[in-house]
């Protein structure tokens, strides 16, 4: 149940579904390294003072692929819309010669999302939340590869995180020194 290699967690999902409270839970629980592409591209709109599409994904595999080249497992979190973006984070994982799981965090209460889009505030300085609008709107492409859903509507972060160990773990896919962890979620007894 061990793994001695780095692990690649592909975190998906619109704004507000509690990808990112999870991402940063999961980060903690399995001593990860943990890339949020909003960090990156609000620190590249800051320093470069430019409009930012793609450039913050293209800095984000380089980041991953030197961590996972030193043996460092990582969780990246993005909203990952597109096939393209999606494909591109397993091709890092194939390069750095790293296993790797897609996970999608969703939150299929249109009202409960809703609230947490339009009562959320900003946690990095600077960066301007998108509305309820925009992440409704917003191009998010059908998958066409297997991943874990994770659907958070309804349930703690803490819920959600149990429901996401015991996942991972019926997978075989945690890191080494870890499988402690997800005996505990599915016993609901996490640190």
């Known amino acids: 149940m061990t793994h001695e290699a780095p692990f690649l967690y592909i975190f998906s999902g619109l704004p507000g579904s509690g990808k990112t409270s999870l991402a940063l839970r999961t980060a903690k629980h399995l001593r990860c390294t943990y890339l949020r592409i909003d960090t990156i591209e609000q620190g590249l709109?800051?320093?470069?003072?430019?409009?930012?599409?793609?450039?913050?994904?293209?800095?984000?595999?380089?980041?991953?692929?030197?961590?996972?080249?030193?043996?460092?497992?990582?969780?990246?979190?993005?909203?990952?819309?597109?096939?393209?973006?999606?494909?591109?984070?397993?091709?890092?994982?194939?390069?750095?010669?790293?296993?790797?799981?897609?996970?999608?965090?969703?939150?299929?209460?249109?009202?409960e999302h809703r609230r947490r889009v339009d009562n959320r505030a900003p946690d990095i300085p600077g960066m301007k939340l998108p509305t309820w609008d925009e992440v409704e709107h917003r191009a998010y492409e059908p998958w066409t590869v297997e991943r874990i859903v994770i659907d958070t509507a309804d349930k703690s972060v803490e819920e959600s995180i149990n429901e996401l160990l015991f996942e991972l773990l019926r997978l075989d896919a945690q890191p080494c020194g870890q499988p402690d962890l997800a005996h505990k979620a599915t016993q609901g007894r996490l640190p």
């Open 45 to 111: 709109r800051e320093l470069l003072s430019a409009n930012v599409e793609g450039e913050g994904y293209r800095l984000a595999y380089r980041i991953t692929s030197d961590n996972l080249r030193v043996g460092s497992s990582v969780i990246a979190d993005s909203c990952n819309p597109l096939e393209l973006t999606r494909r591109e984070w397993e091709q890092v994982a194939q390069e750095t010669e790293v296993r790797h799981i897609n996970i999608e965090v969703i939150c299929s209460d249109i009202h």
